[in-house]
């Protein structure tokens, strides 16, 4: 089956930047120093690059028809409130709490979708979910930093919780990205390049960084929780909405890049987030490890389901 090449195609890549920093930590070329400072120079440096990439070369003309834009946002939004009223009466740690909520609201907007979209439907999937994936990185980035904030350090005033968000250098990149797309300004062509490039190496190196941290002791000692928001993240959050989706007049190039939104794994970033502004890294980075593995057969189970009850119609 074609989509599922696809899906293999989007998801090999991040098993890749996993396994070859297992390999190169097991074979004593970096240490846990070396690791732990990559991830820091990937979130303070690559990422926001990436962030700012993504978000200036959103069609902000199209922005007016995408009602289903803040549709996908509404969704992700009540994920998180319910997740952070839910989640710390269960997880009494704060650090482990708060990476947990982040999971679950928090999928990889730009890892299937984009692909996908483009595969099923031509370029008018590729623009559904391209619109999307650009809005929602920068949105899912925001919604992290307040959520990251307010759980370090215990309460946290609105304005210094501000000041925090604005000095956190994704939303200054978000920022500057969206005043250079509404401006009638470009981004001179001699930059064009050096910033894709750079922008292009957040994602492997943080997840070089996470493949040579993980330990096979800690995958076992929190087996439980990754399993249960596998299984939230990747099936019942997607089931529960689709529903939704199916009923409201969406172009069917729109519901389903909302619901790759609802059923991928959790973005890649919020475990280099996490472990700089005081989640537990760890589990951050397991978490993402473990629902891109799961993410392949699950998604690959929906796109079955779909088109044997005929809702998606190929």
């Keep these: 089956m074609n989509e599922l090449l696809i899906a293999v195609n989007a998801v090999f ?3 890749s930047y996993l396994l070859l920093g297992g390999a190169a930590k097991k074979a004593g070329v970096v240490d846990d120093d070396f690791l732990q400072k990559l991830n820091t120079l990937s979130f303070r440096v690559f990422f926001p690059f990436l962030v700012f990439s993504n978000i200036y070369r959103v069609d902000i003309t199209g922005l007016g028809r995408g009602i289903y834009i803040g549709l996908c946002m509404g969704i992700s939004l009540a994920i998180l409130i319910g997740s952070w009223i839910v989640v710390p009466k269960l ?9 947990i909520i982040q999971a679950l609201y928090r999928g990889n907007a730009v890892l299937f979708s984009i692909p996908l979209a483009t595969s099923l439907f031509g370029d008018a999937g590729a623009q559904a979910a391209s619109l999307l994936a650009g809005v929602m990185v920068p949105f899912f980035n ?5 959520l990251l904030e307010a759980f370090r350090g215990g309460k946290v005033s609105v304005r210094d919780l501000i000041r925090k968000l604005f ?6 990149a978000a920022l500057l990205g969206l005043a250079l797309a509404v401006s009638p300004w470009t981004l001179p062509q001699i930059f064009r390049g050096p910033v894709s490039t750079i922008a292009s190496m957040g994602v492997p190196l943080s997840m070089f960084a996470l493949g040579g941290r993980m330990k096979i002791s800690s995958y076992r000692k929190n087996a439980r929780v990754l399993i249960l ?3 939230l993240r990747l ?4 089931a529960l909405f689709l529903p939704l989706l199916l009923l409201l007049n969406l172009s069917v190039e729109e519901w389903f890049s909302i619901f790759l939104v609802l059923s991928v794994s959790v973005a890649s970033s919020s475990f280099a987030m996490a472990a700089n502004m005081g989640g537990d890294g760890e589990l951050a980075g397991e978490l993402v490890a473990a629902t891109t593995m799961f ?3 699950a998604l690959f189970l929906w796109l079955v389901f779909l088109q044997s009850a005929h809702i998606l119609v190929l």
Excluded at 235 to 238: I, M, T
């Design 229 to 231: 928001v596998s299984i």
């Design 91 to 99: 997880v009494k740690d704060r650090s482990r709490a708060v990476v």
């Design 235 to 238: 099936v019942l959050f997607p």
């Design 142 to 146: 925001m919604l992290a930093v307040i």
């Design 167 to 172: 000095a956190n250098p994704l939303i200054a």
């Design 13 to 15: 890549p991040f098993l």
């Design 295 to 297: 993410s392949l057969p």
